[in-house]
């Protein structure tokens, strides 16, 4: 089990292609996850939360959200043809999961998987893709596939269900509007949340600031 995993890890990188882009090395206050660029770069000595960028060549960029003295996550992406794209684990209370995240600058897709208990394919639980400005996960059987960029378009079709939300800012509230719909597309959910974020980006809050606190949406 632990071999099929390093294997596909090991595949994943390697297929990371060399390419140019913009040197992003230093310090921001905020960033584009779709391009993975920095915004508004820091002149001086960063103060907290921040973001800072590492640019060891063409193909490789390390981002580190530093929330707090004790909050700092540091991803290491590679390029890959036209996206960027990272592997790491996610754990819950009751199993962890194996993300493959590709940054596009149209979208960003993320997949969740499972080991298997024997030594074949792991097994992709959910699909998430971020666009300008809608995130949907998609809920899949448990399917023995390889990782890859075209994955979501291939199986998203057959979800058993999906959890749409729709992202909004106004006037310096984010608007979250969530719906769940089941295998047949039949709404059988939905939830309004807003966020006073004042000038910040969405990436900033869920990134930097997700602490705070919902209020109230009856005026919006």
């Known amino acids: 089990?632990?071999?099929?995993?390093?294997?596909?890890l090991l595949l994943f990188y390697s297929s990371c292609l060399v390419d140019t882009g913009q040197k992003q090395s230093g310090f921001y206050n905020?960033?584009?996850?779709?391009?993975?660029?920095?915004k508004e770069k820091l002149t001086t000595k960063p103060i907290l939360p921040y973001i800072e960028i590492k640019e060891n060549n063409d193909s490789e960029r390390i981002v580190t959200f530093h929330r707090s003295k004790n909050q700092v996550k540091s991803t290491i992406y590679k390029k890959k043809a036209d996206a960027w794209c990272t592997v790491y684990l996610e754990t819950s209370d009751t199993t962890t999961q194996t993300v493959y995240e590709y940054l596009q600058p149209a979208k960003i897709i993320k997949l969740y998987y499972i080991q298997a208990s024997n030594n074949q394919l792991p097994l992709l639980q959910e699909v998430v893709v971020l666009e300008k400005w809608k995130e949907t996960s998609f809920l899949v059987d448990n399917l023995p596939i390889s990782p890859g960029v075209d994955v979501a378009?291939?199986?998203t079709p057959n979800a058993n269900g999906t959890y749409v939300e729709t992202i909004t800012k106004l006037n310096g509230t984010l608007i979250i509007e969530g719906t769940?719909?089941?295998?047949?597309?039949?709404?059988?959910?939905h939830i309004k949340k807003c966020y006073e974020i004042g000038g910040q980006s969405y990436f900033r809050w869920r990134y930097l600031n997700p602490q705070i606190k919902p209020i109230l949406c009856d005026s919006l």
């Open 30 to 38: 905020d960033i584009d996850l779709f391009s993975l660029q920095g």
């Open 153 to 155: 378009k291939n199986v």
């Open 1 to 8: 089990m632990k071999d099929t995993s390093l294997l596909l």
């Open 180 to 189: 769940k719909l089941d295998g047949e597309r039949k709404e059988t959910f």
